[in-house]
T-cell receptor
Framework: AQSVSQHNHHVILSEAASLELGCNYSYGGTVNLFWYVQYPGQHLQLLLKYFSGDPLVKGIKGFEAEFIKSKFSFNLRKPSVQWSDTAEYFCAVISNQAGTALIFGKGTTLSVSS | GAVVSQHPSRVICKSGTSVKIECRSLDFQATTMFWYRQFPKQSLMLMATSNEGSKATYEQGVEKDKFLINHASLTLSTLTVTSAHPEDSSFYIC???????????FGQGTRLTVV
């Protein structure tokens, strides 16, 4: 079945450690890719998005993601995490083969200790 | 970014009653709205997609007679959970997209508890 997969369910890091969260999708055709963050008690916020062009996308708060078409992946990275990055992170896809709605991965909980 | 307001943020209702959740786009016209349901520790599951003035398109497994969606204007969509049961308890989130837009903006969600 077509899906969005996030491999890490819960990631625990110390401050200043580097972060990489995996995201793979199985949709064909044209895809738009997103990473959203949900801080405790808050609504979803867009971190970054990829539509076309440079596969390395920079977002807010020092996050970046790289689209690798051959691997159907869109991994999220940050060189040095902060305690305030503790949140739930969701990868999402819009595929022209799956309608117009965002399809989400299961999410990754990031816990950063100070 | 654009603002989407969802109301109420939290509601408790008795089993068998109906609950209406509102989703408003405050500073743009939402031609398409999406309703999601999020279970604890799980992802957002798309329930339905609605275009202004049209009937909603429901995802497989979502009962359209139980989850009534109305998108009568470009700034308001409502989700009514009819004859609610405890298993309907969940976190419901709406999302809105404007004409020609590729980014969807999210409401803050509604925590529904059916007792």
């Amino acid at each position: 079945a077509q899906s969005v997969s996030q491999h890490n369910h819960h990631v625990i890091l110390s401050e200043a450690a580097s972060l990489e969260l995996g995201c793979n999708y199985s949709y064909g055709g044209t895809v738009n890719l997103f990473w959203y963050v949900q801080y405790p008690g808050q609504h979803l916020q867009l971190l970054l998005k990829y539509f076309s062009g440079d596969p390395l996308v920079k977002g807010i708060k020092g996050f970046e993601a790289e689209f690798i078409k051959s691997k159907f992946s869109f991994n999220l990275r940050k060189p040095s995490v902060q305690w305030s990055d503790t949140a739930e992170y969701f990868c999402a896809v819009i595929s022209n083969q799956a309608g117009t709605a965002l399809i989400f991965g299961k999410g990754t909980t990031l816990s950063v200790s100070s | 970014g654009a603002v989407v307001s969802q109301h109420p943020s939290r509601v408790i209702c008795k089993s068998g009653t109906s609950v209406k959740i509102e989703c408003r786009s405050l500073d743009f016209q939402a031609t398409t709205m999406f309703w999601y349901r999020q279970f604890p520790k799980q992802s957002l599951m798309l329930m339905a997609t609605s275009n202004e003035g049209s009937k909603a398109t429901y995802e497989q497994g979502v009962e359209k007679d139980k989850f009534l969606i109305n998108h009568a204007s470009l700034t308001l969509s409502t989700l009514t959970v009819t004859s609610a049961h405890p298993e309907d308890s969940s976190f419901y989130i709406c999302s809105a997209r404007g004409w020609g837009g590729t980014e969807a903006f999210f409401g803050q969600g509604t925590r529904l508890t059916v007792v």
